[in-house]
């Protein structure tokens, strides 16, 4: 059952992943794991060729997790899968709706992990609202023009990756801020189907600054939790807050870049290939002022039944 639960929460956390905005740490935090995998990312460093040496491969599957990790990754796998042909197809289809139970559930995970906040002082007011601001900040900020050179693929790669474990924050939308989705995504699809080798080494050079970024950023966060765990809880439950902007149910969008040319678009009527254009920048408006039907009532459901989730997943959790 244990197992099970796990593949079950690596699913949702890669669900998550797929629809922009929403983060897979958010899911972490939500079903109890976030803690547990951050420590076990942070257990990926030259120490293991130590534990190598004195204990064998059975002492470093024990010093990285290895049950725990290969159980979530699975089901992360999964839910990418779900993720791409499901969730993507009902944000085709029901943007709104969808919008509104992402909505609904981030209020009542920031609910939930401020609730862990056992003493709220200076420092957690300060970190509340510190959080809040950057996380608010990063769903209105103008994109960046981007840099190709290949120590600036480096820091993408870090920072994006780090986006990718902090709750509210996601990963994708952070190379959208930083100019280099456009450039990143087609040298990774190119150096997988072609083997290009000026893509095959901008993928490399990506792929190196994830793994720098989320082994760095595990052991900042692990460190911050051992000894500034109330700061660092209200922190991330500012993260939360702050993203709320990005899934709001009700945005009426200003601009598009084109996937291949990274043309920016602030009008659409007359192009020829919309599928080849992906969301830049939004406002959030009123449901009267949406472009669009806003499907009020089905919305405010979906809003309630997220928040309801849960803490019903939460009852759940201590069963």
Not at 115 to 121: A, F, I, M, P, S
Request: with cysteine; hydrophobic share 50%.
């Amino acid at each position: 059952m244990n197992k099970l639960s796990l593949v079950l929460k690596g699913m949702a956390m890669g669900i998550a992943e797929v629809i922009p905005g929403v983060s897979g740490g958010t899911i972490a935090f939500i079903t109890g794991i976030y803690e547990k995998l951050i420590d076990t990312i942070k257990a990926f460093s030259p120490a293991l060729i130590g534990t190598l040496r004195n204990d064998g491969v059975s002492g470093v599957w024990e010093k990285v997790n290895g049950n725990f990790l290969v159980a979530l990754m699975a089901g992360m796998a999964g839910g990418v899968v779900i993720g791409v042909f499901g969730v993507t197809h009902l944000l085709e289809t029901y943007p709104q709706h969808l919008w509104g139970f992402f909505f609904g559930l981030i209020i009542a995970s920031a609910i939930y992990i401020g609730r862990q906040v056992e003493k709220w002082g200076v420092g957690e007011v300060v970190g509340l609202l510190l959080g809040t601001a950057i996380a608010y900040y990063i769903t209105i900020a103008s994109p960046a023009s981007g840099n190709e050179a290949l120590w600036f693929v480096f820091v993408s790669g870090m920072i994006a990756i780090s986006a990718l474990i902090l709750p509210g924050i996601s990963g994708s939308f952070i190379l959208l801020l930083m100019g280099m989705y456009t450039f990143v995504l087609p040298h990774v699809k190119n150096a997988l189907s072609t083997l290009e080798l000026e893509s095959l080494i901008v993928t490399g050079v990506f792929a190196l600054g994830c793994l720098v970024g989320i082994t760095t950023i595990s052991r900042v966060i692990s460190w911050m939790f051992k000894n500034y765990q109330t700061t660092t809880l209200a922190t991330l439950t500012g993260f939360m807050i702050g993203s709320l902007n990005k899934v709001y149910p009700w945005r009426n969008i200003l601009q598009w870049t084109d996937k291949e040319s990274g043309e920016i678009l602030t009008d659409i009527t007359n192009y020829a290939n919309p599928d080849n254009l992906k969301i830049l920048k939004e406002v959030s408006v009123s449901p009267s002022d949406f472009n669009g039907e806003p499907f009020l009532i089905p919305v405010i459901i979906l809003i309630v039944v997220g928040f309801i989730s849960v803490f019903a997943l939460e009852r759940l959790g201590k069963k």
